[in-house]
């Protein structure tokens, strides 16, 4: 499974972006797709993420402001990431993340700089 991930870049607090992340290759395998998010001296945390045929997941930071959604064609699946009414504490790497169903394998995409100026 390939990822690749776009949609970063520079905003002003109260603004919106929205990443995408493609999956290719072995997507039959894949069950769960989700972002997650890290800062310089921290651990990489959960912000969102989807499972397949089952309701999303988000972190408590990002519930009301940000919305992940999925969508499936034959030879690829993609997730995004709406994010809304931004602040500077969002700022950090967003990566994207696959799972298998046998929740064994975790594939992550390069990541995407989100920075949110006050």
């Known amino acids: 499974v390939q990822l690749q991930a776009s949609g970063g870049g520079l905003v002003q607090a109260g603004g919106s972006l929205r990443l995408s992340c493609v999956a290719s290759?072995?997507?039959?395998?894949?069950?769960?797709m989700g972002w997650y998010r890290q800062v310089p001296g921290k651990e990489r945390e959960l912000v969102a993420v989807k499972p397949s045929g089952s309701s999303p997941n988000y972190a408590d930071s990002v519930k009301g402001r940000f919305t992940i959604s999925r969508e499936s064609a034959k030879n690829a699946v993609t997730v995004y990431l709406q994010m809304n009414s931004l602040s500077p504490e969002d700022t950090a790497v967003y990566y994207c993340?696959?799972?298998?169903?046998?929740?064994?394998?975790?594939?992550w995409g390069q990541g995407t700089q989100v920075t949110v100026s006050s």
């Open positions: 993340n696959a799972e298998d169903w046998t929740g064994l394998m975790r594939y």
């Open positions: 290759g072995s997507i039959f395998s894949i069950n769960t």
